[in-house]
């Protein structure tokens, strides 16, 4: 067997894990950016400044935020459960210290300091959850996408063949979470809201990157026989055209209906593609071809996955554009966030009770077919990753209230902090050295350029497939390999950040 379809072989045929073990898994990535800002602001607290260095803060960067996903998906994944747990008595005993240590609220109870928490004014243009949750998402995909071709990566976390929900299946829907909780009608951009069919023309015109990318992607796997997970996408297909397609759909259904009714419009979607799967011939087609034999024949036969998921995708999609409009409504004050976190879990309990009814009842997850019950997985599971980074930023939100003119980047900040009985304390950083403290970060850098993170991620991937037998490499070879390549993506990224290069072409 050539090593070829060695690799391929090595990605198929996979069932994928539990629900539990993804819940479980999800609550590293809000962890790590907790453990990072305390620890900025006990230096802050023990050294009375910030820390300044760049090369410090990306070595902190990639040490924090980085580093534990990378083993926990590989030598920690046995151990899964007790990685999130290290962490987060880490995190305890720093906010702790930090607690004991403050400058601020010295001697207040902490009922009062609740109190006074509660009541701080928040930053309201900017939802740095967002940005967090976009870039993690990315994080997550940039490691997957090279770690799964390495035998320490588990077979339960690649992506499922026919039913059941993999690690890297969530993540694919997660892109499209991500995406449309910034897209314009979530943003509820002028544009979006007047000229209806002019504003969608320009928006599928700005899809074009998209698709350029995506024939890019088909051309250089076709000309070097990379290796392919066929029932991925298809023949032809990738996700670069799932994305583009998604978009300009998207834009259309919103041009016609208000984006305030886009659950409903998600809801009928995904019950009508889940009827059209049952009462048609469908299913089987999708799973089998149109022979029975898996026949790859034909345009249509040949990428069926990729062209029918479309339905589910957008089903998403829209669930996910109007999560953003509640998001993205203006809010001032931690207790408005507190609702908003209350409401979201109140969600995902009744979203979880119906994928239960409908994995039972109906349909199981499928990530291939992007049926009704991964539709409500990923949305479910989507809301609960971007409330534990919600709970994170108010988390760090207390903790610098605590100590004065402290700051963390990717953190909300303070528009106006409640009044202490110290008059220094009320007297706000200035504006110049906040933004510069701020900007210092490697979750800006990599937001800053998404899409060049994630197409340089894919290259790279590429590049380590062709040098490396990943299929045979021992654990040191693997955890070198995959340090040095997030290394290098995440270098180029801050690099770009500190040059202050955004590589936009459209």
């Known amino acids: 067997m050539s090593q070829k379809l060695q690799k391929e072989a090595f990605i198929s045929n996979l069932n994928g894990t539990t629900l539990q073990e993804i819940s479980v898994g999800l609550t590293l990535a809000p962890l790590c950016v907790a453990c990072r800002g305390l620890l900025l602001v006990l230096y802050h607290q023990h050294y009375g400044r910030p820390l300044s260095s760049r090369k410090y803060l990306l070595l902190l960067d990639l040490t924090v935020l980085v580093a534990p996903l990378v083993l926990s998906c590989t030598v920690l994944s046995p151990v899964l459960p007790f990685v999130p747990s290290t ?13 004991h240590g403050r400058n601020r609220y010295v001697g207040t109870p902490c009922r009062q300091i609740i109190s006074e928490f509660l009541k701080t004014s928040l930053e309201p243009e900017y939802v740095p959850s967002i940005t967090v949750f976009r870039v993690y998402v990315n994080l997550l995909t940039a490691i997957s996408i090279l770690a799964v071709d390495f035998p320490q990566y588990p077979r339960r976390y690649a992506k499922t063949e ?6 890297m299946d969530f993540g694919v829907g997660a892109f499209i979470f991500g995406n449309a909780l910034v897209c314009p009608e979530a943003r509820q951009k002028s544009g979006a809201a007047q000229a209806k069919f002019s504003y969608l023309a320009r928006q599928s015109l700005a899809v074009w990157p998209l698709v350029f990318l995506g024939l890019g992607r088909l051309v250089s796997v076709k000309a070097v026989d990379y290796h392919e997970h066929l029932s991925e996408y298809g023949v032809h297909w990738n996700f670069f055209f799932t994305l583009a397609f998604v978009r300009i759909a998207a834009s259309l259904l919103l041009s016609l209906a208000p984006a305030q009714k886009s659950w409903i419009v998600a809801v009928l979607l995904a019950v009508f593609y889940q009827f059209i799967l049952d009462v048609t011939p469908l299913k089987v087609f999708v799973f089998y ?11 249509l036969n040949a990428n069926r996955e990729g062209v029918f998921s479309l339905l589910g995708y957008l089903a998403i999609y829209m669930a996910s554009v109007q999560v953003g409009l509640y998001v993205l409504k203006k809010r001032t004050l931690v207790k408005d966030w507190i609702e908003v976190i209350c409401l979201f879990l109140l969600t995902v309990f009744l979203l979880f009770i119906f994928l239960h009814l409908t994995q039972t009842y109906i349909d199981p997850v499928s990530r291939r077919l992007a049926n009704l019950a991964f539709c409500i997985w990923v949305v479910a599971h989507g809301l609960t990753f971007f409330i534990l980074f919600l709970v994170t930023d108010l988390i760090l939100v207390l903790t610098k209230l605590l100590v004065n003119g402290s700051g963390v980047p990717c953190c909300w900040n303070l528009s106006q902090p409640p009044s202490t009985n110290k008059k220094h304390d009320s007297e706000p950083m200035s504006i110049k050295r906040e933004e510069k403290l701020l900007s210092v970060c490697l979750i800006n850098a990599i937001n800053k350029n998404q899409l060049v993170f994630f197409l340089l991620a894919n290259v790279m991937t590429g590049i380590v497939n062709m040098m490396i037998d990943t299929i045979h490499s021992n654990t040191v070879v693997t955890l070198f390999v995959l340090h040095l390549y997030m290394f290098t993506n995440c270098l180029s990224m801050y690099i770009l950040h500190a040059k202050n290069l955004i590589l936009k072409w459209w």
Do not use: P
């Open 87 to 99: 962490i987060f008595l880490i995190c305890a005993g720093l906010f702790s210290k930090i607690y």
């Open 162 to 167: 026919t039913y059941g929900t993999g690690v």
């Open 289 to 299: 071809g149109s022979d029975g034999r898996d026949s790859r024949v034909g345009f």
